[in-house]
């Protein structure tokens, strides 16, 4: 199943639920970017990487980027791939990480197995706008004068007032609205 | 005769049986002139109701021209009168018929046991629609057997065509029920979930019924345009937040009135507890999706009420019911006692206050219906009712 919004039109005919996905996966990418962007060298110590500060920043730099395209290009297919390009870098330089006496072995693991789940889902993303993109759906039906009511709708509020509400679809009195004229209400006290 | 049959999950054909017999001198046959896909149809499409057996003929929206009857309907039908047959099969003689219970009569469904099994009781018997409520053959055909013939009907003139009348057996009574069932004051804001056929007929009704604002909520652009033809306000739920734009709308208090006509099957992309249903329901441990009921619940003002036409199947999860009770909710349900609003809706046609026929998207020939079952549940092409002619 398949909904186009406006918004999806305008970006490459996307489900508007994939598009939804993108657009967070691109959030997500400028998040993940500012970090590596402003702390280099707390990332790097977790991951006992020191000396790669810079690999690291300019990774940030990439996520940023890649974020930027995914949110605001016209099809934001190519983008979501370069994530997946991107996963891939990731990965392949932290197992570099679990070589030799890297005393942050267990926080590469863990790293690593975070990446793993949103390369995941990066390809589910991907996959699914290759998919979805090069197939606009047809143009929306107009419904808009399909109003039901043959004299108008304001005309029509209100016409069925003579119906009756049976006595046992009623709401209970004690939850029927205030209909009294309105009374000044007092200030709220301050508890 | 010909027939929409059911054969197994998204396995509908278009096969030819045979006709109809009168099996009961209370029966009586009639010639379908019109017949639709109702939404709830969809639910036994991708077998999420149980009870369906393959060979069982599909449909409860139906209308046509009685051309048999049994020695006992006599007096209330006669061969050659023009009929809308309502969804719910009805004796007219119970207890809960007389108090115009209808839905729940106590006398039509032949496999209440089973329903009782799973509900406590049994509740009316149904065209095609499982064999939970009879097992009766549906309407979706050339011909239809009408058990109870003599109090199952809806006597409607010649003259107003099909299009008008036929929503008289399910859609229409079903919205203007949820409506009713709200018990609408003029200062009421309605909220109504599901932009659907029963949603469409649920805002005309409410409408009609003098609601101050009406509010619909779905994420479709063209059932969310018709919905605002008919006069509500529409929320896109894939663009914003359904509970801060009610909220917003109400100066913060929520919407009194609260409809879901959505039911078992919500589509709420992206939202924690849809993902939640979603695994829940394909690992088999909870039957339903109750994404509206939940939302309904958290949004609606105090002492409000909820009303739900939406069809439910089995057993929910993580239904805030601390939020129900402390508020002081009112929930009303049920399926609709057709009979008991159609004198009256039959009426408001005629004398032109409404015109069912605005919902209605496709008219195709029966053989064409598998294939429009497939567009309607996939809401393709601006489906949002099917009409059948056989």
């Known amino acids: 199943m398949r909904y186009e919004t406006e918004r999806t039109r305008r970006r490459g005919h996307a489900d508007t639920a994939t598009d939804t996905l993108a657009r967070g996966l691109g959030i997500f990418s400028i998040a993940l970017g500012i970090m590596e962007v402003a702390a280099p060298r707390t990332l790097a110590r977790a991951l006992g990487m020191k000396g790669q500060e810079g690999l690291i920043a300019g990774y940030g730099l990439r996520e940023i980027a890649t974020g930027i395209g995914i949110l605001a290009s016209k099809d934001p297919t190519p983008w979501i791939w370069g994530r997946v390009a991107g996963d891939a870098l990731d990965l392949a330089t932290l197992a570099t990480a679990l070589e030799g006496k890297n005393p942050k072995k267990e926080n590469v693991g863990i790293a690593m197995a975070a990446v793993a789940g949103v390369t995941a889902l990066d390809v589910y993303c991907a996959q699914t706008l290759s998919r979805e993109s090069p197939h606009p759906l047809p143009p929306m039906q107009d419904y808009s004068d399909r109003t039901g009511f043959p004299r108008g709708v304001e005309q029509s509020r209100g016409a069925a007032s003579d119906f009756e509400v049976p006595r046992d679809f009623r709401a209970p009195e004690a939850m029927r609205p205030y209909t009294q004229p309105d009374l000044p209400q007092r200030p709220m006290p301050s508890m | ?390």
């Open chain 2, 1 to 390: 005769m010909k027939a929409l049959v059911w054969h197994g999950t998204t396995d509908i054909r278009c096969d030819s049986v045979p006709d109809p017999q009168i099996e009961h001198p209370r029966d009586a046959i009639i010639k379908v002139t019109s017949c639709a896909i109702c939404g709830s149809d969809l639910h036994l499409y991708d077998h999420f109701m149980p009870g369906m057996k393959s060979g069982d003929i599909m449909g409860h929206e139906t209308m046509g021209e009685v051309v048999e009857v049994g020695s006992e309907t006599k007096g209330k039908l006669k061969v050659g009168d023009r009929v809308v047959i309502p969804f719910t099969i009805i004796c007219g003689e119970c207890d809960q018929c007389k108090r115009g219970n209808f839905s729940v009569c106590e006398r039509t469904n032949r496999n209440g046991h089973i329903a009782a099994k799973a509900f406590g009781h049994a509740t009316a018997g149904l065209f095609g629609y499982t064999h939970l409520t009879g097992g009766y053959a549906g309407g979706q055909a050339e011909y239809l057997r009408v058990p109870f013939a003599d109090a199952t009907h809806i006597k409607v003139p010649d003259g107003i065509p099909d299009e008008k009348l036929l929503f008289l057996s399910d859609i229409f009574p079903t919205g203007w029920q949820a409506a009713v069932q709200c018990d609408i004051q003029p200062d009421d804001t309605v909220a109504i979930w599901g932009a659907g056929p029963v949603g469409q007929m649920a805002i005309r009704s409410a409408i009609l019924l003098g609601a101050k604002q009406v509010v619909a909520i779905d994420r479709i652009p063209e059932r969310l345009a018709m919905a605002e033809a008919g006069g509500a306000i529409t929320i896109n739920f894939d663009e914003e937040s359904v509970i801060e734009r009610l909220n917003e709308l109400t100066n913060g208090k929520g919407p009194e009135k609260c409809i879901d006509s959505v039911g078992m099957e919500a589509h709420a992309a992206g939202t924690v507890d849809a993902m939640y249903d979603r695994v829940k329901q394909a690992t088999m441990m909870e039957t339903d999706r109750p994404h509206v009921l939940r939302e309904m619940a958290y949004v609606c003002r105090p002492a409000g009420t909820l009303s739900v036409p939406g069809v439910y199947g089995g057993l929910l999860d993580k239904i805030p019911f601390g939020a129900i009770m402390n508020k002081g909710l009112t929930i009303r349900t049920g399926q609709t006692h057709v009979n008991r609003w159609t004198d009256d809706l039959l009426r408001r046609i005629e004398e032109g206050q409404i015109d069912p026929s605005f919902v209605i998207t496709h008219t195709v020939g029966l053989e064409e219906g598998p294939e429009m079952y497939k567009i309607f549940r996939d809401k393709q092409d601006g489906c949002v009712k099917v009409v059948l002619k056989p």
